[in-house]
């Protein structure tokens, strides 16, 4: 029995030897891989380059003439008819203002200059006739210079009485408001009843010929444009989108809480400005080169979420997903503000799926 086993072993054993001479002979080789094929994609190198950027700024239409109308004197409006979009004319009265108390004033002045004319008169008359007989040395001098003194106090009071009566008219002027040229009420600050005091405007006057769009810019800005710089210039209510004029005039004083220069560029008068007000919202586009900056194609980027990132090219040629954070677009690129760096090649089309660690070629 034992020698019918061991010769069932080694039959056994020899069929094992005999299957294996046959797969090496017919090249058989089960764990064997064949190796990687690199991914050929488009890359180019992150060059930082100087573009052109654009800042866009919350401006205003006024006109090239435009008057806030007030007044000098203290008093109760009585008069104020005109509304805000209403015509005037020049010279036609916009309001009034209660007059009373400076008409009693000039009224006093007007008696009081009466009495000091004759007063006058007499002191004239005397110093005419103590001159004649002085001068027939019938009159001393000690009479002479008391009647030259009297007709001088005479003359000094009635002088300034005239002064007076001049500043009182002129203050009874600014109680009547008249348009100082041909325009709209743009804006209107009181209404009858309302008392008006010197500084605070009642109404402002805007022609509705020339315009201009104004704008406040930082100071950052200031010194690289100049009056004569064509800029762009939106007014969405009217229909207008980048348009095209020159800076006229930039303040060389800012303010000194906001740090802002005003700038302005006067619109063209043309059949495309017509339907422009004074008082409407409109936007300045002004064009200045940047520091220089890394700009990628938009093609290159990965959005996974709320992150975007890059497949940049390691020195052995792999793919490596890195996070960046993006700024500006320019004409279908955009620029990387951080996460990669100039020199450094990457990914610039993602024509196919890419995975972490991935061999390429290009």
């Avoid at 009265?93 to 006058?120: C, E, H, P, T």
């Amino acid at each position: 029995m034992k020698f019918i086993h061991s010769y069932k072993t080694v039959l056994l054993i020899s069929a094992l030897m005999a299957s294996a001479l046959f797969l090496q002979a017919c090249g058989g080789s089960p764990d064997v891989q064949e190796p990687e094929r690199p991914l050929a994609v488009s890359t180019a190198l992150a060059q930082s380059e100087v573009t052109p950027a654009t800042h866009t700024f919350p401006a205003s239409v006024v006109s090239t003439q435009e008057a806030r109308l007030s007044t000098i004197v203290m008093g109760t409006i009585t008069q104020l008819d005109v509304n805000e979009g209403d015509r005037v004319r020049r010279g036609e009265v916009v309001a009034r203002i209660k007059d009373d108390q400076i008409r009693a004033q000039l009224m006093q002045i007007q008696a009081a200059k009466l009495q000091a004319s004759a007063g006058y008169e007499l002191a004239a008359a005397s110093f005419r006739r103590i001159t004649n007989l002085f001068e027939q040395e019938s009159a001393t001098r000690h009479e002479l210079d008391e009647v030259t003194a009297a007709y001088n106090m005479a003359k000094a009071q009635l002088e300034m009485l005239d002064a007076s009566e001049q500043e009182v008219r002129e203050m009874l002027a600014y109680t009547v408001i008249r348009a100082p040229f041909d325009g709209v009420v743009s804006r209107k600050f009181m209404r009858t009843g309302d008392l008006a005091a010197p500084g605070h405007p009642i109404v402002t006057l805007s022609s509705p010929g020339l315009l201009k769009v104004r704008a406040h810019l930082p100071e950052s800005l200031v010194s690289g444009i100049q009056p004569g710089d064509v800029v762009r210039y939106s007014i969405p209510a009217a229909g207008m989108e980048l348009q095209e004029v020159a800076l006229t005039r930039i303040n060389s004083t800012g303010d000194q809480m906001s740090r802002q220069f005003s700038a302005e560029a006067l619109l063209p008068f043309s059949a495309d400005t017509t339907g422009v007000r004074p008082g409407m919202f409109a936007s300045l586009h002004l064009s200045v080169t940047d520091d220089p900056a890394i700009f990628i194609p938009q093609t290159a980027l990965v959005h996974r979420g709320q992150l975007t990132g890059i497949y940049a090219v390691t020195e052995s040629n792999q793919a490596v997903l890195r996070w960046v954070r993006t700024g500006r677009e320019h004409e279908g690129r955009v620029e990387i503000i951080s996460g990669l760096r100039e020199g450094e090649r990457y990914i610039s089309e993602l024509e196919s799926p890419v995975r972490q660690g991935q061999l390429l070629s290009w």
